[in-house]
């Protein structure tokens, strides 16, 4: 098993620029998060599913839209990039029942 | 949602000693881990701790849920050991974790 892959591993973005961030993870779990890591801080949850088609928003959505058409892939999207959203992004998954997280690699994120 | 604090934020060691960090939870959990966040930036799970005593190796956590905190001990620490210690929290029902501002850790030889 791969685990929890993320790419790209590094981006820099213009302002008002879009992307999407990949995350895809291999173990059949159900639930998948987005976090945000800001330098010298812990993670704030932006988004999280819970299986395909269902999503919900977490501390900081702002600027930030999910879809989780599969199990395996829950991909972030930022519209119109703000250099607020220069930060370290990190996805999670974890099977249902269980409430053990498994991180990805991050993507690290440069807004200018 | 749950405010999680944690103690010391910064924590120098010299080779060898051993430290104990700590995690208090604002609102009951139903469960919590540990992680480690290498210099790399790469986050690594210690423990899933809902309650109890674990150990692994040099490393120990243990959970007291009634009194909402969690401890991390380490051991004849190693240099390798320096990183960003974070424990996360869930209540009960609910899918939205919550983290700490993280313990960094500087073990010098």
């Known amino acids: 098993n791969a685990g929890v892959t993320q790419t790209p591993k590094f981006r820099i973005l213009k302002i008002g620029q879009s992307m999407t961030l990949q995350c895809t993870q291999d173990?059949?779990?159900?639930?998948m998060y987005w976090y945000r890591q800001d330098p010298g801080m812990g993670l704030k949850l932006i988004y999280y599913?819970?299986?395909?088609?269902?999503?919900d928003k977490g501390e900081v959505p702002n600027g930030y839209n999910v879809s989780r058409s599969t199990t395996e892939d829950f991909p972030l999207r930022l519209e119109l990039a703000a250099p607020s959203q220069t930060s370290v992004y990190f996805c999670?998954?974890?099977?249902?029942?269980?409430?053990?997280?498994?991180f990805g690699p991050g993507t690290r994120l440069t807004v200018t | 949602g749950i405010q999680v604090e944690q103690s010391p934020p910064d924590l120098i060691l010299q080779e060898g000693a051993n430290s104990t960090l700590r995690c208090n939870f604002s609102d009951s959990v139903n469960n919590l881990q540990w992680f480690h966040q290498n210099p790399w930036g790469q986050l690594i799970n210690l423990f899933y701790?809902?309650?109890g005593t674990k150990q692994n190796g040099r490393l120990s956590a243990t959970t007291v849920a009634t009194e909402r905190y969690s401890l991390l001990y380490i051991s004849s620490s190693q240099t390798t050991d320096s990183g960003v210690y974070f424990c996360a929290g869930k209540a009960y029902n609910f899918n939205k974790f919550y983290f700490g501002s993280g313990t960094k850790l500087n073990v010098k030889p």
């Open positions: 173990m059949n779990h159900n639930y």
């Open positions: 599913s819970v299986g395909a088609g269902i999503t």
């Open positions: 999670a998954s974890r099977k249902q029942g269980i409430d053990e997280q498994y």
């Open positions: 701790i809902p309650s």
